[in-house]
């Protein structure tokens, strides 16, 4: 059974700084892993999706990187904003299970003035 | 339309109530799964249709719960005797493509407190 883990569970840094946030997961038969932001009492938004056969993607700010082989992923925010606010969620989908996403329990990222 | 709408966005009810919540996933997607939120934890999933079919009910906790997506567009799910423990948000979310092979959209979620 895959399991998803997400450290730290929060973090808090100055705006301006540069910051990465770790995803590991059990079992590296993905077919795809995917990384979500959540603010407070709303929905899931999509950030960005890397499938198996890459190794980053990016968009904006963000990066995102993924080592199979380690069952690891990093969310990396160049020039953190306040408005990155929120909680960030990885989700992996396995091969033999491609209809579900299963979640890490999230890092609280917060960024002061 | 523009995106997932769910309803009720906030529902209580008494312990051994029936509640149905629903979703409108955006128009055309052939993918709607649900999944369950509880509070300070990711998402865990629920069930997920391929238009009408449901293909995946394996992570439904028990047979109280059910879902349908009968036109293969708006989605219900129905938690009849609810119980303390399935207060939680309940989110549903749409793909354009089978299973989830591409960016997924959510709704906001219904928030479900059973007293």
């Known amino acids: 059974k895959q399991e998803v883990t997400q450290i730290p569970a929060a973090l808090s840094v100055p705006e301006g700084e540069n910051l990465v946030l770790n995803c590991s997961f059990t079992?590296?038969?993905?077919?795809?892993l995917q990384w979500f932001r959540q603010d407070p009492g709303k929905g899931l938004t999509s950030l960005l999706l890397?499938?198996?056969?890459?190794r980053e993607q990016t968009s904006g700010r963000l990066n995102a990187s993924l080592d199979k082989s380690s069952g690891r992923s990093t969310l990396y925010i160049a020039a953190s904003q306040p408005g990155d606010s929120a909680t960030y969620l990885c989700?992996?989908?396995?091969?033999?299970?491609?209809?579900?996403?299963?979640f890490g329990t999230g890092t609280r990222l917060q960024v002061t003035l | 339309g523009a995106g997932v709408s769910q309803s009720p966005r906030y529902k209580v009810a008494k312990r051994g109530q029936d509640v149905a919540l629903r979703c409108d996933p955006i128009?055309?997607?052939?993918?709607l799964f649900w999944y369950q939120q509880a509070l300070g934890q990711g998402p865990e999933f629920l069930t997920y249709?391929?238009?009408?079919?449901?293909?995946?009910k394996s992570g439904l906790p028990s047979d109280r719960f059910f879902a349908e997506r009968p036109e293969g567009s708006v989605s219900t799910l129905k938690i009849q005797r609810t119980q303390q423990e399935d207060s939680a948000v309940y989110l549903c979310?749409?793909?354009?493509?089978?299973?989830?092979?591409?960016?997924?959209?959510f709704g906001e979620g219904s928030r479900l407190t059973v007293l």
């Open positions: 979310a749409s793909t354009l493509p089978r299973f989830v092979t591409g960016e997924l959209f």
């Open positions: 079992d590296s038969a993905i077919y795809n």
């Open positions: 890397i499938q198996s056969s890459q």
């Open positions: 989700a992996a989908v396995n091969t033999g299970t491609a209809s579900k996403l299963t």
């Open positions: 128009s055309g997607h052939v993918s």
């Open positions: 249709f391929q238009n009408e079919a449901q293909l995946d």
